[in-house]
């Protein structure tokens, strides 16, 4: 269980980042010193986890590469498991600022939202994407948008908070195909009678590493953008479950 003083969890998923887990670990404490912090170190052949663990984190070690959806559903069931209250999900390469977590955590308290994304296009910060990329990014937003009945802007990012129904949910049924933890997960939370919202935040450059995506994938984003939303939304509609609701 989590100290008493302590009900929030940071989730950072990490494949091969040791160049920058560390810096990004110690810059979570600093930002964020009341949250514990949780690397979920997804198959890693490189010292992510060693790196880790010196800067201060847990370490949750998968023994094979799950991939991001994989990585955040063991993230969710060990906050589950252990009682937090809300988590925060960063990436490892540091281009989620961890200092926009208190602009998430607000907005959750103040709008009564269980899942608050950290948006790239909603006015804050210079972060911009072209092409076939771009466009994928906005028929999604506007067809999630029309699904969970909120203006959103972002829907493939990966810098959120969730609340206790939201972790209660993702540990049990989290979807770890490609954009699944973005996409469908937010048609899940949706549909099992959560409310999802958004505040912009700035983006900030990789500060190391290779990027998991390059200008020549962006056609092949964009027809597994198109695949992931036709799987989201057939999925059945259907509430919490009920041992969830509790």
Not at 11 to 36: K, L, M, S, Y
Not at 147 to 166: E, H, I, M, P
Request: hydrophobic residues 45%; glycine residues 10%.
């Amino acid at each position: 269980m989590p100290d008493a003083h302590t009900d929030l969890l940071i989730i950072i998923p990490a494949w091969n980042e040791e160049v920058t887990i560390g810096a990004v670990v110690r810059e979570v404490h600093e930002e964020v010193p009341q949250a514990d912090v949780l690397v979920v170190n997804d198959g890693s052949i490189d010292a992510t986890a060693e790196v880790a663990r010196a800067a201060g984190a847990l370490v949750l070690d998968l023994p094979v590469n799950l991939g991001v959806g994989g990585a955040m559903r063991a993230g969710y069931k060990y906050a589950f498991r252990r009682g937090y209250q809300r988590t925060v999900q960063l990436d490892a390469d540091g281009q989620h600022d961890p200092a926009s977590v208190e602009r998430l955590l607000g907005a959750m308290r103040e709008r009564g939202a269980d899942i608050v994304i950290g948006a790239r296009f909603a006015g804050v910060g210079e972060y911009s994407v072209r092409g076939p990329r771009r466009w994928s990014m906005k028929i999604l937003a506007k067809v999630l948008s029309r699904v969970t009945g909120t203006r959103l802007t972002d829907t493939t990012s990966g810098f959120k908070v969730c609340g206790r129904a939201a972790i209660r949910l993702f540990s049990a049924d989290y979807p770890a195909e490609y954009l699944g933890d973005t996409v469908e997960s937010l048609v899940i939370a949706t549909r099992a009678g959560l409310k999802v919202d958004q505040v912009g935040v700035a983006m900030r450059p990789r500060a190391g590493g290779s990027p998991s995506h390059s200008p020549m994938k962006a056609a092949v984003f964009l027809l597994r953008a198109v695949f992931a939303l036709a799987i989201a939304l057939s999925r059945p509609k259907a509430p919490l479950p009920a041992e969830l609701t509790a």
